[in-house]
């Protein structure tokens, strides 16, 4: 992305013309399973809004997110696609696509773990002796 041209892009955009890109509620369509995994890969989650206009999530240095929503993967603006070389758009184009569906899987397998640790707490049976570990299978992503 640096070698294309669309990180400068942008952070002129957002630096020199005030961005709208990553704008206030982008925030909203991130849920806690995505949360989750940037978590698990090492994102550090903002304490609080870095600009009162922005997705909560934008830093003074862009995305903060490792894992981002599907609609801030694809979305690129005309004025961002007008500045980059055809080859260097398709290429990115395709990453977005590798990236999207790495994604999907391991969004839907942290899901699934999540839903089979909650079922595994909420057995019935407060008088016997919870085994240590959840059954087999369960715990490993």
Known sequence: MLDSGLVQAC???????????????????YDGYLLLINLLLGANLPAERWDPRSCYFL??????????????????????????????LAHLRELEGVQLEALFLLHERVKKVVKELEDWSDEPD?????????P??????
């Open 136 to 141: 087999q299978g369960s715990g490993v992503l």
């Open 11 to 29: 952070a002129e955009c957002e630096n020199l013309e005030g961005g709208s890109c990553c704008g206030r509620g982008l925030e909203d369509h």
């Open 126 to 134: 407060p008088g016997s002796a919870r085994p240590e570990k959840p």
């Open 59 to 88: 830093g003074p240095k862009g995305c903060v997110l490792s894992a981002r929503h599907v609609l801030c993967v694809n979305y690129l603006c005309k004025k961002a696609t007008d500045r980059i070389d055809s080859k260097a």
